[in-house]
Nanobody, 126 residues
C-alpha cells in the first residue's frame, strides 16, 4: 500500500497550492482519505478528510473557507486545494487512508487512518 503526496513548494502569503495524493489500487478501497500537517516543533494536526464514496467532507477550523478536499475516482487521487495561504500554513502535509470507518470527529483523529504518505513540504513566505 502506497500513498504518494506531491504538490508542495514555496509560495507567498495569499497564494495558492494544490496538493495531490496518489493512492495505489489496493488503497482505493479506503473508506476515507485525509490530509494532516505538521509544522516545525508542533504535533501533527488534522486538516481535511473526505469519505470516499459519499463525498462527505470535514475540515479543521483553520482550513474552512480556504481549503477544499476532493477526489477523482478514475485517478485514485485525492486533492487538497489551498487558497489564501499564510505563514501559519507552513508545514509538512501528509495524506492518509482509512480502510474501515470514521464519522464526524472520528475522522479528525489520526489514529483512524491505516496508511500514510511520506509528506510534502509547504512553505509560505510573508
Amino acid at each position: 500500500v502506497q500513498l504518494q503526496a506531491s504538490g508542495g513548494g514555496l509560495v507567498q502569503a495569499g497564494g495558492s497550492l494544490r496538493l495531490s495524493c496518489d493512492a495505489s489500487r489496493r488503497t482505493f478501497s479506503a473508506y476515507a482519505m485525509g490530509w494532516f500537517r505538521q509544522a516545525p516543533g508542533k504535533q501533527r494536526e488534522f486538516v481535511a478528510a473526505i469519505i470516499w464514496n459519499r463525498d462527505i467532507t470535514y475540515y479543521a477550523e483553520s482550513a474552512k473557507d480556504r481549503f477544499t478536499i476532493s477526489r477523482v475516482n478514475a485517478k485514485n487521487t485525492v486533492y487538497l486545494e489551498m487558497n489564501s495561504l499564510n505563514p501559519e500554513d507552513t508545514a509538512v502535509y501528509y495524506c492518509a487512508a482509512d480502510e474501515h470507518y470514521c464519522s464526524g470527529d472520528g475522522c479528525y483523529n489520526e489514529a483512524a487512518y491505516d496508511y500514510w504518505g511520506q509528506g510534502t513540504l509547504v512553505t509560505v513566505s510573508s
